[in-house]
């Protein structure tokens, strides 16, 4: 039972472009949510979050929209570099059933065409 | 400098013989997470450690073990490995003031048990 999904496995963008990742979750009692991205042979690193009580926040290039009703997040990038190929991973925590939760998504790999 | 340790990153060994993969964190971290990689699967939670003594499993324990004794510390321990725990393993920790849940990844350690 994957709680979290992220159902494009890879995504090619052109430079300068807007790149668009896609999240959907199936528990509602997720409070927060993050986005990881990870280079080859690295740890993931912390890109951007947001808490279950607002709907959007931004970073720069980043930024990120949290739609509750649909549970459903999404990671705008704008403008689009290369430097930004790599392997993105979303996130979800909160309290389940007396447990402390911390769900990945598998991963959507991005790739920015110079 | 602010970082999550593994060793070894790299480790080939056959079933049965016990293994033990070492992380340290030198942010004083409360909360310290096991985590593997597969392809398709994403991360999964092995098993997390709240504090000093603290620790519940995540979502695929079967076969790990982890221990807490010293916060800096939170090594996972293969007992009888399996080629089925052919994985890339990642350490992360994180602090439990304020509101961040960004987790701090180690470099990750790729094991195969043949």
């Known amino acids: 039972d994957q709680q979290v999904k992220q159902n494009s496995p890879s995504l090619s963008v052109q430079e300068g472009r807007i790149s668009i990742l896609n999240c959907d979750y199936t528990?509602?009692?997720?409070?927060?949510f993050l986005w990881y991205k990870k280079y080859p042979a690295e740890g993931p690193t912390f890109l951007i979050s947001i808490s279950s009580i607002k709907d959007k926040n931004e970073d720069g290039r980043f930024t990120v929209f949290l739609n509750k009703s649909a549970k459903h997040l999404s990671l705008h990038i704008v403008p689009s570099q290369p430097g930004d190929s790599a392997v993105y991973f979303c996130?979800?925590?909160?309290?389940?059933?007396?447990?402390?939760?911390?769900?990945f998504g598998t991963g959507t790999r991005l790739k920015v065409l110079a | 400098e602010a970082q999550v340790t593994q060793n070894p990153r790299y480790l080939i060994t056959v079933t049965g013989k016990k293994l033990t993969v070492t992380c340290s964190q030198n942010m004083n971290h409360e909360y310290m997470s096991w985590y593997r990689q597969d392809p398709g699967l994403g991360l999964r939670q092995i098993y997390y450690s709240m504090n000093v003594e603290v620790t519940d499993k995540g979502d695929v324990p079967e076969g790990y073990k982890v221990s807490r004794k010293e916060k800096r510390n939170f090594p996972l321990i293969l007992e009888s490995p399996s080629p089925n725990q052919t994985s890339l393993y990642f350490c992360?920790?994180?602090?439990?003031?304020?509101?961040?849940?960004?987790?701090?990844f180690g470099p990750g350690t790729r094991l195969t048990v043949t």
């Open positions: 996130a979800a925590s909160g309290l389940v059933s007396g447990t402390y939760k911390y769900i």
């Open positions: 992360a920790s994180r602090g439990l003031a304020g509101a961040n849940y960004e987790q701090y």
């Open positions: 528990n509602s009692m997720f409070d927060y």
